[in-house]
């Protein structure tokens, strides 16, 4: 890797997307810019807002995608909040689930700007960013919804979309702690909330250590942080930029 690599980071988010370009250390080569997520938004408008971007910032040699959903090498399986009508919470569009499932995005990115592409999910790509490399570390995004993603060894494991999974009363883990929750219940309710979905994880992963990241990471009050324990790091959200240029150094199995 030449020490002038430049990496276009991009963090698809449901409420906004963002990006950057870095060196191979990390330091960003310009200030982070950001565009509101645009719904309806079927892959060709998010290829397309990607590359919107991309113009507006310093040109790279490569470039990496973190987005919400089931990402598997580099093909989107399914993602939450792109299929709907105007975003998060709204009526699923069933010709938008068809123009995601299978959609080759790793690929169409890098047509569109001309440069290797690499397309995670985005906690997987927010990982990158914080993880020590040692024993079993578990990342969860904290922002639309609930991301998560598992390294064993510094080594990326399979995706598991427990965003999707039911948590209680019958609401998934996206609607029992997303951004729409912690609006309703105010900061203090939703963060005990957190805990409860940490504590529920605990036994069932068994980390060495979990970070908790994303937006409303930031967001979890000191009196409630404090009884998660010495193993829950919260971090900061630019880990899902900086992140962009170590996903490429992941071990691969």
Same mark, same amino acid.
């Given at each position: 890797?030449?020490?002038?690599?430049?990496?276009?980071?991009?963090?698809?988010?449901?409420?906004?997307?963002?990006?950057?370009?870095?060196?191979?250390?990390?330091?960003?080569?310009?200030?982070?810019?950001?565009?509101?997520?645009?719904?309806?938004?079927?892959?060709?408008?998010?290829?397309?807002?990607?590359?919107?971007?991309?113009?507006?910032?310093?040109?790279?040699?490569?470039?990496?995608?973190?987005?919400?959903?089931?990402?598997?090498?580099?093909?989107?399986?399914?993602?939450?909040?792109?299929?709907?009508?105007?975003?998060?919470?709204?009526?699923?569009?069933?010709?938008?689930?068809?123009?995601?499932?299978?959609?080759?995005?790793?690929?169409?990115?890098?047509?569109?700007?001309?440069?290797?592409?690499?397309?995670?999910?985005?906690?997987?790509?927010?990982?990158?960013?914080?993880?020590?490399?040692?024993?079993?570390?578990?990342?969860?995004?904290?922002?639309?919804?609930?991301?998560?993603?598992?390294?064993?060894?510094?080594?990326?494991?399979?995706?598991?979309?427990?965003?999707?999974?039911?948590?209680?009363?019958?609401?998934?883990?996206?609607?029992?702690?997303?951004?729409?929750? +912690?609006?309703?219940? !105010?900061?203090?309710?939703?963060? /005990?909330? &957190?805990?409860? $979905? @940490? %504590?529920?994880?605990?036994?069932? #992963?068994?980390?060495? +250590?979990?970070?908790? !990241?994303?937006?409303?990471?930031? /967001?979890? &009050?000191?009196? $409630? @942080? %404090?009884?998660?324990?010495?193993? #829950?790091?919260?971090?900061?959200?630019?880990? !899902?930029?900086?992140?962009?240029? /170590?996903?490429?150094?992941?071990?691969?199995?």
């Amino acid at each position: 890797m030449g020490e002038d690599l430049l990496t276009l980071a991009v963090d698809c988010g449901g409420g906004g997307i963002k990006a950057s370009v870095l060196d191979a250390q990390g330091t960003m080569h310009a200030h982070p810019t950001r565009t509101p997520t645009p719904y309806p938004l079927p892959p060709e408008r998010l290829v397309a807002t990607i590359a919107d971007l991309a113009r507006s910032l310093p040109p790279a040699a490569r470039v990496t995608v973190g987005m919400p959903g089931m990402i598997r090498h580099g093909v989107v399986v399914a993602t939450p909040h792109y299929v709907t009508r105007a975003g998060p919470r709204t009526t699923v569009v069933p010709e938008l689930l068809e123009a995601w499932a299978g959609f080759d995005m790793r690929g169409a990115v890098a047509h569109a700007l001309g440069v290797p592409a690499l397309v995670l999910n985005d906690a997987e790509v927010h990982g990158a960013g914080v993880i020590a490399g040692a024993g079993l570390e578990m990342v969860i995004t904290l922002g639309t919804g609930l991301g998560n993603a598992m390294y064993d060894g510094g080594m990326l494991a399979p995706h598991l979309e427990l965003s999707q999974a039911p948590m209680r009363w019958g609401l998934s883990y996206d609607m029992y702690i997303g951004e729409h929750e +912690r609006i309703r219940l !105010g900061d203090a309710h939703w963060s /005990r909330r &957190v805990r409860r $979905v @940490l %504590e529920a994880l605990r036994p069932v #992963v068994l980390w060495d +250590r979990v970070y908790v !990241g994303g937006g409303n990471g930031r /967001r979890i &009050v000191p009196t $409630v @942080l %404090e009884k998660m324990g010495d193993d #829950v790091v919260v971090v900061p959200n630019s880990a !899902g930029i900086i992140g962009g240029v /170590r996903a490429w150094s992941l071990p691969t199995r």
